[in-house]
């Protein structure tokens, strides 16, 4: 069974794709988050069509947290489907949670990725 193809704002609102945002300021921000359909419409109308007009989606897109325009588009999904890993987990060892921070405590991070020193920005919560 074929999916229609989704292309306008009003298309991505009634169905289950979303259109994310990553922030095109990523050396000092790096925030994502999903693209707010519903005022886009109010600005570029429900038949806007994403795929040809992107580039002006993103001149009227800004990220909340620093202010910069022109993100990044990604597309997603609202509720996420059910995904095959295929073989990527094959022969892979269930580890306990219990054990993991005995783990993460015995965790070297490699020298490349300590140039820079520790003023160098990282993913994961800021300390």
């Known amino acids: 069974m074929a999916t229609a193809e989704v292309r306008t704002l009003r298309q991505f609102l009634e169905s289950d794709q979303v259109i994310d945002c990553d922030c095109s300021n990523y050396w000092i921000c790096s925030h994502t988050g999903p693209l707010r359909i519903e005022l886009a419409i109010l600005r570029l109308g429900s038949e806007f069509d994403f795929y040809a007009g992107r580039h002006e989606l993103a001149a009227h897109t800004y990220c909340s947290v620093c202010g910069k325009f022109h993100p990044t588009f990604r597309l997603g999904w609202k509720t996420r489907p059910a995904t095959y890993t295929g073989l990527h987990g094959g022969g892979a060892t269930p580890i ?12 070297v991070e490699p020298d490349d990725w300590l140039v820079g020193g520790k003023g160098v920005r990282k993913f994961g919560p800021r300390r």
């Open 96 to 107: 306990s949670v219990l054990t993991a921070p005995a783990l993460l405590s015995a965790w």
